[in-house]
Each structure stands twice: as C-alpha cells, then as structure tokens.
C-alpha cells in the first residue's frame, strides 16, 4: 500500500515547498485557513508536507479533508494513512465518506461528491494537488469531449469562491464559473480552489517525495485503462511524449492562451448583457438584437454566473431557439447542465433542478430561527423582534407549519381589501409559476398565517411594540 517509488532523474529547480510558496504569496493572507484535499497519494502528500513546512512563515491555518469514496477493498487503509500523516506532521484531520454509484459516470459522479464534500467544510481556500501532468490530460480530454474555448482553457491556479479564476502567479483574474456548487444554506460561499502544483509535472513530484523520504499510498484504480484519464495517461501520452517530450508545458501554455480568450468573450458577453442583466435574471431582448454566435456567447456566460455546467452546443442552440421563438405565454423550459432554463416576462432564469415537493408535504416549526428546507430549495429565516411581523401570541392558537399550496388557500394582507385566493396574489406580485408550486407558506393550525412575497395575513399581524416573527424567505441559489 504505501511506496516511496524512486525516480530516475535527478531533481530540477527550486524546493517544490519554495515554488509552493511562491505560488501562493500573493493570495493567501495571514490567518486564512487552508484546507487540503487530501487522498494520501503521492501528489496530495507532497503538497500537505510542503504547506505544512511553510505555515509557521506564511501564518496561514492548514488542515486536511481526506474523503473516502468507498470503492476500493484497500479505502479504510487508506484513511488510516492519512490519518497517522497528518497526526505524525501535525495537522488537523478529517475523513468524510460518501457514497459514489458504480457505472459510467463513476468519474464523474465521484469528482462531484469530493467537491460537494470539500464546499461543505469552513474553509478559505481548499488546496488541490493538481498537477502540469494533470493540466495536459484535461486539455485532451476537453478536446476529445468537443468542448468550447472555457473548457479547453482547463485548470486555473486558482479559482474564486466569486468565480473568478486565475491561470497562473501574477495573471490577472478571469472571469468563470464557480466549481463548487454543493447547497450550502444561505450566507455561505463556498471556499475559492487552490492549485499551487500546476507547474510541476507528476516527475517533479516523486523526485521530491523520495528526496525527503515521504511515503503515500496506490490507487489501484490508477492502472485500469477503462477509465479514460488513465488511457491518456498509459497509453496516448506515452507515445505523445517520444516526439513531443515538451507536450506538459505546450499543452499548458495553450490552456493559459486559450484562458485569455475566455476571458475576452466573457468581456464581449458583460459588454452584451450590460443593464440587461439584473437580480440573476437575463432579458430576452438582449440576445434578440446579437448576431447568432454573439448570442450564444451571452447565454453560455449568464448561465455559467447562475452556477450552470456548460451544455453541448446542440442543447444550447435549442435552449437559445425557444427563448427567442416561443410564445409569449408558453412556459419555456430547457434542462442544462444542472440548471433549467426559464422563461418568464421577457426574461429569463436560470434556476437550480429540483424536483417538485412531495404531495402533502409540511414542516412542523417548534422555534427554530432557521428552518432549512431542502426540497423547496432554500431557507426560511424566523427573525424575532417586535412591531411589524406575525403575532407571536397568534401563533400560539395551534401547532405552526410550513407547507407548500394545494390550492384554494386564501389569504388577507391588507384589511381595507377582502380576502382572495392566493393564487391570484402571487400572479399580481407577479411571482414566476415555477416559484410557486415551492413557496413556503405558514400555516396556524389550517389557517393561512404568511406567504412568501405576498406577506401576514392581517388577522395575525402584529400589533404596535407585540413580540413579532418575521419570516424571511432566502433561496439558495
């Protein structure tokens, strides 16, 4: 399980711990807390060891997050090792497992629960052990995939919890999408991503690691060429690298290049959208008055701002064709990349899957100040002050819930005016429908107390200077 290979050549350049340094003195600030991701292979335990040389220097917070996919026989061992690492180098520690479906998406589905796992932890930056060896096998994989100019411009050295994203020490910021898009609750943003490795190559590392005696642990998965990583990296890149040994650094330098022209049609694309996106929302007319190709840069670049992964282009060509072309009272709803393309008064939402609330579902409130509710994609804050809001003392007449509409609820928020259906309140406050079928409302035994975006019904308003609750609704995304 654990190695100390040696490598064949002899060590090139600076310390990998200097070139670490030098890589992060300009982004990590005094008391920011780094947050390793740590799988106990070679190339996280090179980077562990170094960060954990340079934190007394640079007084940043180092820990490691080791997390356990529950795929291999040998998983338990390999936690263990990490464990005893980080106690033997003094480093915080912590192991998380999640569960990861085996078939073709295994990769993938994996990467998501790692990252899922890493943005739920109080981080500033989370550290990745990335490498110029990895950046060459992402470009082509990119390429073979049939991505864009984004994908192709690969692995920035770091990328913002903004989603800004930077290519390499001393290039400005690029504009991008965040990588981390695990619900969070609200107030949170994930950690910004670290790669301080990126250019070293996979050589650099095991050189370093055998000059100062580390051992790490095999992957066994690593050999098995079914997963199409590892075909490039046993079988392509190997010939790649007989007529072109300089492929790493090319192949990086093309992914900086490709970068820059990211970042120049994403400044077409604010240029574009400028005034016509607003509170997350995009205007259709924006896009109707862009030549085709400048359109779809718009789309792609408000659906990466609103956390989208990027669709293929025949997706996103029909996403552009039914905002552009659907009648004005047809519900536009286009799937992409996580995120459903909406439509919805001359504008359009981008607005996370989720699917549709149970049927009868509700939530028994006993006080909290914040009820997460998941399944309507959100939070709901019970803020407590006195004065305008709903009467405490009202609420005490039965049991408090939180439930979604079954239809026929009425609700009073102004006493000069009669009560009326709340589906009527929610189209004049002109509520999109797909918010709708998840709004909380409040409920005081079978009586409607509040609903989000309309307001108390008058008979459980407060009074002046009364104990009040003021629920607030707060999506996630």
């Not at 060459?136 to 984004?150: D, M, N, P």
């Not at 790669?195 to 100062?212: G, K, S, W, Y």
């Not at 022209?261 to 574009?272: N, P, Y």
């Not at 009669?418 to 409920?443: D, M, Y």
Request: hydrophobic fraction near 40%; include cysteine; charge should be positive.
């Amino acid at each position: 399980m654990a190695s100390s290979r040696k490598s064949s050549r002899s060590s090139r350049g600076p310390d990998l711990a200097a070139r670490i340094a030098g890589q992060i003195q300009s982004i990590v600030k005094p008391a920011d807390h780094l947050l390793v991701g740590f799988s106990g292979g070679v190339d996280s335990v090179v980077l562990l060891e170094s960060l954990a040389r340079l934190r007394h220097s640079a007084r940043f917070q180092l820990s490691a997050l080791h997390v356990n996919h529950q795929l291999s026989p040998n998983a338990g061992r390999w936690s263990a090792f990490c464990k005893t690492f980080c106690r033997e180098h003094g480093v915080p520690f912590k192991s998380v497992k999640v569960r990861v479906a085996r078939g073709d998406s295994m990769e993938a589905t994996a990467r998501a629960a790692r990252y899922a796992a890493y943005a739920a932890e109080p981080a500033d930056y989370i550290v990745l052990a990335q490498h110029q060896d990895d950046q060459a096998e992402t470009v082509l994989l990119q390429l073979l995939r049939g991505a864009g100019v984004k994908g192709l411009a690969a692995m920035p050295l770091i990328r913002m919890a903004n989603g800004e994203w930077r290519m390499a020490k001393g290039k400005p910021p690029l504009g991008g999408s965040p990588r981390l898009e695990a619900a969070l609750g609200a107030g949170r943003s994930p950690p910004s991503i670290l790669r301080p490795l990126l250019d070293a190559t996979r050589e650099e590392i095991l050189e370093h690691a055998q000059r100062r005696g580390l051992k790490w642990v095999e992957d066994e998965s690593n050999a098995e060429t079914y997963f199409l990583r590892n075909f490039l990296r046993h079988e392509v890149l190997p010939v790649i690298a007989r007529r072109f040994p300089g492929y790493r650094g090319t192949l990086a330098r093309s992914a900086r290049h490709l970068a820059e022209a990211a970042r120049v049609l994403d400044e077409v694309a604010e240029a574009d959208g400028a005034e016509r996106m607003e509170q997350g929302t995009l205007a259709v007319e924006a896009l109707r008055r862009l030549p085709p190709a400048r359109a779809k840069n718009l789309l792609r670049y408000f659906l990466a701002r609103r956390g989208g992964s990027m669709p293929g282009a025949e997706r996103l060509d029909e996403a552009l064709r039914q905002a552009l072309t659907a009648k004005e009272d047809a519900r536009v709803l286009v799937g992409l990349g996580g995120v459903e393309l909406r439509r919805f008064e001359g504008r359009l939402h981008a607005v996370p899957q989720l699917a549709a609330p149970r049927p009868g579902y509700a939530r028994r409130w006993r006080g909290e100040k914040k009820v997460a509710l998941p399944e309507l994609g959100g939070v709901l804050a019970m803020e407590r002050g006195r004065g305008a809001g709903v009467s405490v003392a009202r609420l005490r007449a039965g049991p408090v819930t939180i439930r979604v509409r079954r239809g026929g609820e009425r609700l009073q928020p102004d006493a000069r005016r009669p009560r009326r259906s709340l589906k009527n309140l929610l189209q004049e406050a002109r509520v999109p429908p797909w918010q709708r079928e998840r709004l909380p409302l409040i409920f005081c035994g079978d009586e409607l107390v509040w609903a989000s975006g309309i307001g108390v019904d008058c008979a459980y308003a407060s009074a002046h200077d009364e104990a009040a609750l003021r629920p607030q609704w707060i999506p996630s995304a």
